[in-house]
């Protein structure tokens, strides 16, 4: 099976879509001769015209707010933000509005959008261009939250997050983007809230999601040479969440370690953790549940307090070793 990057393989997923189906176009400030901040939608203009691939001005509220409204009308829009940090400034339009119509309406108006944006850190975009904030959004009713890992996630669950009639927030690690993994040419889809275990193991269960995916898994390679056998679960949709992976990963190993890059302090690992805490899998635990998440701070410019500031892999190995009291 051919390899594909995880850019490419948003951009197939868009463009396999807007064949298709007519209805679907996607809006976004440079997004069309420029082909986007990261180049996700490079070429796209060219196959489907300035219609479907509309430029706007630098205005997200005026983005959101004109996707909603299309949605509503029976359209099926994508918007990109540049970067995850500018949904602040379209937050009204999506926690008020987006998250609210369907419900509001009794369900006679559906709002099938997709956000889709790059969020996290480590290209020395500094503390406006580097946040995670997808705990922010997990917490609003209405709102579903997908992370996906790797190019064939990304491609499978964005066909998902495009069928949905909710609207999806999608968030695409930056440094991700030039990463590659084995992807079909057809169409497939991976639903939303179904997680996957991307590393079976015995000893300690980590749930990791986005980039943190990749750290868990050099970190569990390196354990194995140990004789430590750790289990990865990659939840890849944090709403929907799939808590029965999670739970029986839990009760299979008796130990928890959650790692996101979002600062640790009211992140979605606290979820995880009260989730595991609040099931069947606590009378399964052998040692207490372990968090790892981002520093307290904004992200720094300078790339070694960078990288710093959000987990590494010695961090996760640190965290494993404490739950088996290795250390």
């Known amino acids: 099976m051919r390899e594909i990057t995880y850019q490419e393989a948003v951009r197939e997923a868009m463009s396999i879509e807007m064949r298709k189906n007519p209805d679907v176009f996607i809006l976004g400030e440079d997004i069309g001769v420029y082909g986007g901040a990261f180049g996700v939608t490079r070429g796209m203009i060219e196959e489907f015209g300035s219609e479907r691939v509309r430029n706007t001005p630098i205005?997200?509220?005026a983005i959101a707010g004109a996707a909603i409204g299309s949605a509503l009308t029976g359209m099926r829009p994508i918007l990109e933000l540049q970067f995850s940090d500018?949904?602040?400034i379209a937050m009204d339009q999506?926690?008020?509005?987006?998250?609210?119509l369907r419900y509001m309406y009794g369900g006679k108006g559906k709002v099938p959008m997709v956000l889709r944006t790059p969020g996290g850190s480590g290209t020395g975009a500094a503390a406006q261009h580097s946040q995670s904030l997808e705990a922010w959004m997990a917490h609003i009713p209405g709102l579903k939250v997908v992370q996906p890992s790797t190019a064939y996630d990304a491609k499978g669950l964005l066909k998902a997050a495009m069928d949905d009639?909710?609207?999806v927030i999608f968030y695409e690690h930056k440094l991700l983007y030039q990463t590659k993994s084995q992807v079909p040419e057809k169409e497939y889809s991976i639903p939303l809230g179904k997680a996957d275990i991307k590393r079976e193991g015995a000893d300690v269960t980590i749930v990791a999601t986005s980039i943190?995916?990749?750290?868990a898994l050099e970190a569990a390679k390196e354990l194995a040479e140990?004789?430590?056998?750790?289990e990865v679960i990659d939840p890849r949709t944090l709403v929907p969440l799939d808590e029965e992976t999670i739970v029986q990963s839990v009760m299979k190993t008796g130990r928890a370690v959650v790692v996101?890059?979002?600062?640790k302090r009211g992140g979605y690992g606290g979820e995880?953790?009260?989730?595991?805490a609040e099931s069947e899998a606590f009378d399964y635990l052998d040692a207490p549940i372990k968090r790892i998440g981002g520093l307290p701070v904004p992200i720094p410019y300078n790339p070694e307090l960078e990288k710093a500031a959000v987990p590494s892999k010695e961090d996760i190995k640190h965290a494993v070793k404490e739950t088996l009291q290795r250390v």
């Not at 943190?212 to 750290?215: D, E, F, G, L």
């Not at 996101?260 to 600062?263: D, I, K, M, R």
């Open 59 to 61: 205005s997200e509220s």
């Open 226 to 230: 140990e004789g430590i056998e750790v």
């Open 94 to 100: 999506m926690v008020n509005q987006a998250a609210k």
């Open 165 to 167: 009639e909710n609207p």
């Open 86 to 88: 500018f949904i602040t």
């Open 212 to 215: 943190m995916v990749h750290k």
């Open 272 to 276: 995880i953790a009260s989730l595991i």
């Open 260 to 263: 996101h890059e979002a600062v």
